[in-house]
């Protein structure tokens, strides 16, 4: 009899790995376990998961709505860089010279946010994976992305060495960073997305 007693805990701690594996397969499987899975691939993942998160009944486990949702978080940051560096411009008492570095990251981040709609443009009308005009589409989403990722850099680096300084110049770069980041992540999973022949 004491043997047979024993035999449940022992059947039951065999299948303890098998359980907590299951649990975290259960997991992994939901759409915010694909989401955090999909931003381990990303520059910034915290920041990737944090934004994606509260999309993830849009998402659900399809890599390209992903890229989507990814890209339009990115156009909102983009957009909201833009607007405070353009209210920047014109408010009085900025001296001539901080004037003109921030006039340069007006024009920069302009150019971002046409970029980035352009491409949620282009991703929207992809198609199908696997055809040649996917292939296109995506060669023109990821040249644009990384554009946009240019321009926003360009902007940053600006500032390091600008009159502009204390307050305004770390809020600037405050913005951008974010708006830069966001959009690094973006490209990163727009990646995923593209053909294997297409990835860097």
Not at 63 to 80: D, G, Y
Not at 165 to 182: D, E, F, L, P, W
Request: glycine share 4%.
């Amino acid at each position: 009899m004491e043997p047979s007693s024993r035999l449940p805990i022992f059947l039951l701690l065999l299948l303890l790995p098998l359980l907590s594996s299951a649990a975290s397969t259960s997991r992994s499987s939901t759409p915010s376990g694909f989401i955090k899975r999909s931003c381990g691939a990303t520059r910034y993942p915290s920041l990737c998961v944090h934004c994606l998160s509260a999309y993830s009944p849009t998402i659900r486990h399809n890599p390209k709505h992903l890229a989507q949702v990814a890209l339009a978080v990115s156009i909102k940051h983009a957009r909201a860089a833009h607007a405070f560096v353009t209210r920047l411009s014109r408010a009085k008492g900025v001296r001539s010279r901080e004037a003109g570095a921030v006039r340069d990251c007006v024009e920069n981040m302009s150019d971002t946010v046409d970029r980035l709609a352009r491409s949620y443009r282009e991703l929207s009308h992809s198609g199908r994976a696997g055809s040649s005009e996917f292939s296109w589409h995506m060669g023109n989403v990821q040249t644009w992305v990384s554009a946009a990722l240019t321009d926003e850099s360009t902007c940053v680096d600006g500032f390091a060495g600008s009159p502009v300084k204390g307050t305004v110049r770390n809020s600037v770069r405050a913005r951008i960073v974010y708006a830069a980041q966001v959009t690094s992540n973006a490209l990163a999973l727009i990646n995923k997305v593209a053909p294997a022949d297409m990835q860097p």
